[in-house]
């Protein structure tokens, strides 16, 4: 193909073009940059270093130079509720609804800084108020998920079914733990209300929900057990193995209970005892060994505790075996002079070391905030979040 010399003459002329574009761009840039005041340049760099207090005085300053910033209004605002000073920024946002030159839109976007505000103060009714008022797309799905907060805080739970379920369609996260757990908790109120029909009927929806909700079979036993049906309730607990067999431990006490009202202790020994050698979970020991050495006695305790500590070494288990073991030996006849055997007394003492050794330092740690609880919660008591905390409890 020949070369077309016209295209020379073109070079020039798209040079000049390019030229211009850059200096348009740069002109409007420095406009840009020139119509923030230094104190906002000042603030940015005291967030980067972390100094939020020379941070907040920058940001006023900046705010006062150009009155009519909104973005600037939101950074301090922002900044203030970060720092706790939350009249302050309310204060601030106030003033902003006052204005009567804000378009509709930025009025919008104030009140939902109002409204964030408010949550933040503990003023739950004025922020739930402001935050149903938001019907703007662009500030639905916050206001959804600062409702959902509200409706938790407040514990009215079928509103807050209805928010998490809205918010999850316009998401596409799912909601499925968070609401099977509300429909346990409404569920909760019911049996303590003696509804135990409404109990059950939302206990059923919890599971629908999420059919690996533990707390809704959990739940569902404790009503078979108020009924005396305790057939039922070792059925519906049974269900917990396909659902999330760590969890197991915690029903252990439970199924125990129940079996021996039908008087059928060693079948219930028995399906803990498989339990322990299909999943080695430590709270399914501890209610075996305690329920082994009250109906078989501390030589069948022994034993389990040695098989235990063969498998998996610990202080705990190792604890358990010298409780059988000294059980055992206060049965011997022969004694010392002083009246007791001096095996025994070594067995005591050993005991008395292992236990001091290991003390109290087994806690429950939510997996979202570091909470340490004494107590499995299925909702973590410090940042709300469900089924945070783990089945089993941890050492310390």
Excluded at 148 to 176: D, H, M, N, Q
Aim: glycine fraction near 4%; charge should be negative.
């Amino acid at each position: 193909m020949e070369f077309e010399f016209w295209w020379l003459l073109a070079l020039p002329l798209f040079f000049s073009l390019g030229w211009l574009a850059a200096r348009v761009d740069l002109k409007q840039l420095l406009a840009e940059s020139t119509a923030l005041p230094a104190a906002y340049f000042r603030g940015l760099n005291f967030l980067i270093t972390n100094q939020q207090d020379k941070a907040i005085e920058a940001f006023s300053e900046a705010v006062q130079a150009n009155t009519d910033s909104l973005e600037l209004h939101f950074a301090l605002g922002s900044l203030f509720r970060k720092r706790g000073e939350v009249d302050r920024a309310i204060h601030l946002h106030l003033n902003l609804l006052e204005k009567k030159e804000l378009e509709p839109q930025q009025k919008v976007a104030v009140t939902a800084e109002l409204a964030q505000d408010y949550l933040k103060a503990g003023l739950l009714d004025r922020a739930e108020e402001l935050f149903e008022s938001l019907n703007d797309d662009r500030y639905r799905q916050p206001a959804l998920r600062a409702l959902l907060e509200i409706y938790v805080r407040e514990r009215e739970w079928e509103r807050a079914i209805k928010a998490a379920t809205e918010l999850e369609r316009l998401s596409g996260v799912p909601f499925r733990i968070e609401i099977a757990h509300y429909y346990c908790e409404k569920a909760v109120k019911s049996k303590l209300a003696n509804d135990t029909h409404t109990a059950r009927f939302e206990l059923d929806l919890a599971l629908n929900a999420n059919k690996n909700c533990v707390r809704a079979n959990v739940l569902m036993g404790d009503l078979e057990v108020e009924a005396n049906t305790h057939k039922a309730a070792i059925s519906t607990w049974k269900q917990i193995e396909f659902q999330k067999p760590e969890y197991l431990g915690l029903i252990a006490p439970k199924l125990l209970n129940s079996y021996r009202a039908l008087n059928e202790t060693q079948e219930g020994l028995n399906l803990l005892k498989t339990y322990l050698q299909t999943y080695h979970l430590p709270s399914l020991l501890n209610v075996l060994f305690e329920a082994t050495l009250a109906e078989e006695g501390a030589t069948s305790a022994a034993k389990l505790a040695r098989t235990e500590l063969i498998k998996k070494p610990s202080l705990s288990t190792l604890d358990q075996l010298l409780q059988a073991r000294a059980i055992e030996e206060s049965n011997i006849q022969t004694t010392n002079p002083a009246g007791k055997p001096l095996e025994h007394q070594d067995t005591q003492l050993m005991q008395q070391a292992v236990r001091h050794a290991i003390g109290n330092k087994t806690a429950y740690y939510c997996e979202q905030c570091g909470f340490k609880a004494k107590y499995h919660h299925w909702q973590c008591p410090a940042c709300n979040a469900w089924e945070a905390l783990p089945a089993e409890p941890v050492t310390i």
